[in-house]
C-alpha cells in the first residue's frame, strides 16, 4: 500500500547538484539512517541509494560535498543538511543491486574554523550570546540561554567559537546545537520550542518501551514533522501518558518495495 511518503536526497559537488527522489517504491530506492542528539558533537547519517548508474555521484563527492535530506508524507520538508564525510563515498554492487551511500554529519564543518576575540569592561552573558550568534553567520533557530550572567568586572573571549559557546552555555545552564546549517540555543533541562507532536494509540508504532534513568523510547510513522531533541511530545493514554522531552531521535526512512517511514524518540518527563 502507497500513503505518498516521500524521500529527496540533494548532492552538491564540484560545482553543480545531482537531486534524488523517490516515493513509496517509485524511482530509486532510497534509505536513510539518521540519530541525533543534543550534544554538542555532529549528528550522523547513512544515505544508501540502490539502483543509480555507476559513477553517477562520484565527481560529486569529494572534500567539500553536502548533501541535504528531505521527507515528508506529500510535500517535503528539510529533515538534514550536513557535510559527505571524505572517504566514506562507496559506489559498487551488493548481489544483484547498485549501490551507493556515503556517510554524512549534520553540524560538524559549521564554525569549524571561526575565531572570535572580544573583551567587555562591564557586560552580561545576553550581550556574550549576541557577539556569538553575529559572528556564526548562520540563522538563529532559537535563543533562550537558561539564564542571564552579569559580568560586572568584564568578559573576555579568544580562541575557537565552539569552545566559547561552550563556555557560555555552561555558565548561564544552556545548550547550543547545529542542526542542519541552523543555530538552536535553549536552557539545559528545558525545551528547544513550543511545539508538541501529540501521539495517540493509532500513531504509536509498536508499544513505548522504558529505558534508564527513568526515559522512554517511542516510535511513530514519520510525516515530515521532525521531533528533534529539545522538543516535546505527548502521549494520550495508557501508563506512559503525559509530555516527554526529547533526549534522542532516530529516524529510519526507507523508499523500497516495503517502505520504512519510522521516527524514534527517547527522552524524559518534562
Known amino acids: 500500500m502507497r500513503y505518498g511518503h516521500r524521500l529527496r536526497v540533494r548532492v552538491t559537488g564540484s560545482g553543480r547538484a545531482v537531486t534524488v527522489d523517490a516515493v513509496d517504491g517509485d524511482g530509486p530506492t532510497v534509505e536513510i539512517k539518521l540519530a541525533r542528539t543534543a550534544d554538542t558533537k555532529a549528528d550522523e ?3 544508501t541509494v540502490y539502483g543509480l548508474r555507476p559513477g553517477y555521484l562520484s565527481e560529486l563527492v569529494r572534500d567539500g560535498a553536502t ?14 543538511t550536513g557535510r559527505i564525510v571524505p572517504g566514506s563515498y562507496v559506489d559498487g554492487v551488493s548481489g544483484q543491486d547498485r549501490v551507493t551511500s556515503w556517510t554524512m554529519l549534520d553540524g560538524r564543518a559549521e564554525l569549524r574554523d571561526v575565531t572570535v576575540s572580544r573583551s567587555w569592561t562591564s557586560t552580561d552573558s545576553a550581550a556574550v ?3 556569538l550568534v553575529a559572528q556564526s553567520g548562520l540563522p538563529l533557530g532559537s535563543l533562550r540561554p537558561g539564564r542571564v550572567v552579569q559580568y560586572p568586572r568584564g568578559y573576555v573571549m579568544a580562541g575557537g567559537w565552539r569552545r566559547e559557546a561552550e563556555r557560555i552555555a555552561a555558565a548561564t545552564g544552556s545548550r547550543f546545537v547545529i542542526q542542519s546549517g541552523t543555530l538552536q540555543v535553549w536552557p539545559d533541562g528545558g525545551t528547544l520550542t513550543d511545539r508538541r507532536l501529540v501521539l495517540g494509540p493509532d500513531q504509536i508504532v509498536g508499544d513505548p518501551a522504558a529505558v534508564d534513568g527513568g526515559r522512554v523510547r517511542v516510535a511513530t510513522v514519520y510525516t515530515g514533522r521532525p521531533v528533534n531533541p529539545g522538543d516535546t511530545w505527548r502521549i494520550e493514554g495508557g501508563e506512559y501518558a503525559g509530555i516527554w522531552t526529547a533526549e534522542a531521535t532516530e529516524w529510519t526512512l526507507s523508499s523500497g518495495r516495503t517502505p520504512s517511514w519510522y521516527m524514534t524518540m527517547t527522552g524524559r518527563r518534562a
Open 45 to 47: 547519517a547513512q544515505v
Open 67 to 80: 548533501c541535504q535530506i528531505s521527507a515528508g508524507l506529500g510535500s517535503l520538508s528539510g529533515l538534514c
Open 129 to 131: 550570546w549576541d557577539y
